[in-house]
Every structure is written in structure tokens, then in C-alpha cells.
């Protein structure tokens, strides 16, 4: 796998397996990539973002008002600087604004911000992704050109549910990412 010389942003928002983000970094990194870690308030509650700082090598922004100290945006230059914004995991929440056009935050800035492909890779509650708005806004964000990369279709979920809604394993997001890029 050789992601070299590609800058990926990795968003990472609150759903409890945004402890797997760690390893996505991580592999990403080993394989060449520039990533830059993106991270919901509620995702830096489940892991700190001195994590994927330490795995990326690269600051992780968290907060729109805390932005660097150039005269753009930091959300602007980030957003300028993708040759991929990856979402793992994507929340109902996330997917929601993303559909919608919400900026209330620093990844869905970034999101209306870059023109770079985007890469989602939904996790939450079967029911949650079930649900007619959740899969409405799956199809909205299909017809803008994201690529999904689809959650498992059984798996013992978080909140002791088995089902459809686990994020896609490690490998096959890593996989995904590989393939988007062996396509360009």
C-alpha cells in the first residue's frame, strides 16, 4: 500500500468507534499519507486527540475557534490541502449536516469547504441507520458524489444490539481508500 505524497483529512466523530480511528491513522501514516486528523467534541470524549496527534505526527484540530495563526482559516487551508476527506466513523449526526449543508463545527466546515472527494464510513445503532431520514440523507450525500464505504451488516454493536450498523473493518477501509486512489 502506498498512499505517498497524498494528504488525507481523517474526520472522526462521536460514535464509540472512534476508537478505531487510531488504527486508520496509524496505517494510513505507515503507508506514505499526509493525515491530518479532524475531530468532533464528541469524538475527543471518547479518544484523545494526543492519540492520532502521535500517530499522524500531525496537529489534531478539534475546535472551529481554535484555528492556527496564518491569515487563512485553518479550516480553508485544510480543506485546500485534501486529496481525500475521509469520515470514520460517520455519525447519523455528521451524515445530517453534511446533507443539509450544517457548518455548526470544524469537521462540517472543512466538509462544505474542500473540493476533494469524500469518503464515509458510516457506524451507529441498526435502527438509527435505518431510519428513513438516515438513509435519505445517505442518498443526498450519494447524489453529491460521496463514496461510502458501507458498515457491516452484522456485528454485536456497542449498545448490546446485533446488527447491521458496525463500522467496516480496518482493513476494509484502508482497502477502500487504496482503491480510490490505484483509480485516480
Known sequence: MSFSGKTIILGVTGSIAAYKAADIASRLTQG?????????????????????QTLTRNPVSVDLWDEGKGWQPGHI?????????????????????????LAPD????????????????????????CHPATQANIAKLREY?????????????????EGAGKLATVDDIVARVEAFFADK
Request: hydrophobic content about 55%; some cysteine.
Open 32 to 52: 506514505g499519507a499526509n493525515v491530518f486528523a479532524v475531530m468532533t467534541a464528541e469524538a475527543a470524549k471518547i479518544i484523545g486527540p494526543i492519540t492520532l
Open 77 to 101: 487551508e485544510l480543506a485546500d490541502k485534501a486529496d481525500l476527506l475521509l469520515i470514520a466513523p460517520a455519525t447519523a449526526n455528521i451524515l445530517g449536516c453534511f446533507a443539509h449543508g
Open 106 to 129: 470544524l469537521l462540517t466546515s472543512i466538509y462544505l469547504a474542500t473540493p476533494a472527494p469524500v469518503m464515509i464510513a458510516p457506524a451507529m445503532n441498526g435502527k438509527m441507520l
Open 145 to 161: 458524489g460521496a463514496h461510502f464505504i458501507e458498515p457491516q451488516e452484522n456485528g454485536m454493536l456497542a449498545c448490546g444490539y
